[in-house]
T-cell receptor, first 111, second 115 residues
Framework: DAKTTQPPSMDCAEGRAANLPCNHS???????VYWYRQIHSQGPQYIIH???NNETNEMASLIITEDRKSSTLILPHATLRDTAVYYC????????????FGGGTRVLVKP | DADVTQTPRNRITKTGKRIMLECSQT?????MYWYRQDPGLGLRLIYY???????NKGEISDGYSVSRQAQAKFSLSLESAIPNQTALYFC??????????????FGEGSRLTVL
C-alpha cells in the first residue's frame, strides 16, 4: 500500500471549515484514499473514501487532485467534537481490507 | 449493544502471564483484525483473518497468537506477556462483498498493562 504524509497537528476555529491535507505521491491506479478519525482513545471511525472523484457525505468532503497524488479532507463546520486524530490511508479497495495507519494529523478545534 | 465487543476493556497483569483478549461481532462480517496502538502512535496490524479457516500475520505478530473460534469471534493471546506489550489493543471487522465500502468497524479497545 502507498505511504501517506500528513502534517502532525493543526488547529481550527469552531464553526470554520477545517482542511486536512494528505500527500500520497506513490498511489497506484487501483488504490483508494480512505479517511478515519480517532477521538481520544476510542476505536477509529470511518469518515469517507474515494478513488478519483470528489466525494461528500454527511460528515465531510474529500477532494482528490487530478493526478491523485494528494487529497484534502474538508470538515465544513468544525465543532469541538471534531477534535481528534485524522488518518489518511491509501489501499486497494474492499478486496484488500488491511489498513496501514500512519501518524495522522492531530486536529484541535478551538472555541 | 456495540457491533464489535472487546473483553476485557482494561487489564493489568504481570510479566510472564498468559493473557487472552476476546473480540466478538454482530456485523456478520467474515473479516476480523487485531491492531495495537502505542501512545501517540498510529495503529499497527498484529493478525488478521479473512474467514474462519484463514489466519494471517500482520506487521508485528511476534509474541502474539490468535484463534478464530467462529465467524463472530476472534481472540488474541499473549503467551508470556512482557512490559513492552503494554498498549491499547483494537479489534476490527469488515465485509468483502462488492457492495461493501471496505470500511473497518472497530471495537472500543482493550487497554493492557504488563508490569
Amino acid at each position: 500500500d502507498a505511504k501517506t504524509t500528513q502534517p502532525p497537528s493543526m488547529d481550527c476555529a469552531e464553526g470554520r471549515a477545517a482542511n486536512l491535507p494528505c500527500n500520497h505521491s506513490t498511489i497506484s491506479g487501483n488504490e483508494y484514499v480512505y479517511w478515519y478519525r480517532q477521538i481520544h482513545s476510542q476505536g477509529p471511525q470511518y469518515i469517507i473514501h474515494g478513488l478519483k472523484n470528489n466525494e461528500t457525505n454527511e460528515m465531510a468532503s474529500l477532494i482528490i487532485t487530478e493526478d491523485r497524488k494528494s487529497s484534502t479532507l474538508i470538515l465544513p463546520h468544525a465543532t469541538l467534537r471534531d477534535t481528534a486524530v485524522y488518518y489518511c490511508i491509501v489501499r486497494v479497495g474492499a478486496a484488500g481490507n488491511k489498513l496501514t495507519f500512519g501518524g495522522g494529523t492531530r486536529v484541535l478545534v478551538k472555541p | 449493544d456495540a457491533d464489535v465487543t472487546q473483553t476485557p476493556r482494561n487489564r493489568i497483569t504481570k510479566t510472564g502471564k498468559r493473557i487472552m483478549l476476546e473480540c466478538s461481532q454482530t456485523k456478520g462480517h467474515d473479516r476480523m483484525y487485531w491492531y495495537r496502538q502505542d501512545p501517540g502512535l498510529g495503529l499497527r496490524l498484529i493478525y488478521y483473518s479473512f474467514d474462519v479457516k484463514d489466519i494471517n500475520k500482520g506487521e508485528i505478530s511476534d509474541g502474539y497468537s490468535v484463534s478464530r473460534q467462529a465467524q463472530a469471534k476472534f481472540s488474541l493471546s499473549l503467551e508470556s506477556a512482557i512490559p513492552n506489550q503494554t498498549a491499547l489493543y483494537f479489534c476490527a471487522t469488515s465485509g468483502w462483498e462488492r457492495t461493501d465500502t471496505g470500511e473497518l468497524f472497530f471495537g472500543e479497545g482493550s487497554r493492557l498493562t504488563v508490569l
